[in-house]
């Protein structure tokens, strides 16, 4: 079963999507530079609630808490090296950007395929993981797909997970224990 603190940091990590592709959708002028540490302070934050939520699940998950504790440093060291070089190429960004989102996409697809949770949670992680899996195999096979067409394609990757989350945590909050 999850615990409080884990739906918390479902509905806050939901609440983070949400205003990361808030900024990335209506802010489609943003420059490289400006792209760079918004995405690096989101991925930041969302390493910090992948950590604090495996942690959460040390008891409760004991068969894959540690992947949410991995996906939680694998996040926060892209996060650290980006805020560290803020001039790196786009090329490497891209990179960063691609291998973080799949990740993400196989740590929630592993999850929803092999945690005893209620239907629907594991129909929003498997929804979440493939959108995280796709989006991250599309940054890295189209780098040219630059520009606002990048930069909407991740704020719509976000502004479809967050409420994804947000849901899940709500359903697992109504769910009979």
Do not use: C
């Not at 291998?99 to 005893?116: D, H, P, T, W, Y």
């Amino acid at each position: 079963m999850i615990d409080q603190g884990t739906k918390n940091l479902m509905v806050f990590e939901g609440i983070v999507s949400i205003a990361f592709g808030i900024a990335a959708v209506f802010w489609p002028g943003l420059t490289i530079l400006t792209l760079l540490y918004i995405f690096a302070s989101y991925i930041l934050v969302m390493g910090l609630i992948n950590m604090m939520s495996g942690i959460f699940q040390i008891k409760t998950n004991p068969s894959s808490w540690y992947l949410k504790l991995l996906v939680g440093v694998l996040e926060i060291g892209a996060g650290v090296y980006l805020l560290r070089h803020p001039k790196v190429t786009f090329a490497t960004f891209i990179l960063l950007i691609g291998f973080a989102l799949i990740f993400n996409g196989l740590f929630r697809i592993v999850v929803s395929l092999s945690e005893k949770l209620p239907s629907t949670i594991k129909t929003f992680l498997l929804i979440a993981g493939v959108l995280s899996l796709g989006v991250g195999v599309f940054v890295l096979f189209q780098p040219v797909a630059s520009g606002v067409a990048f930069v909407w394609i991740l704020g719509l990757y976000a502004l479809i997970t967050g409420p994804l989350m947000i849901a899940a945590a709500n359903d697992l909050s109504h769910s009979k224990k």
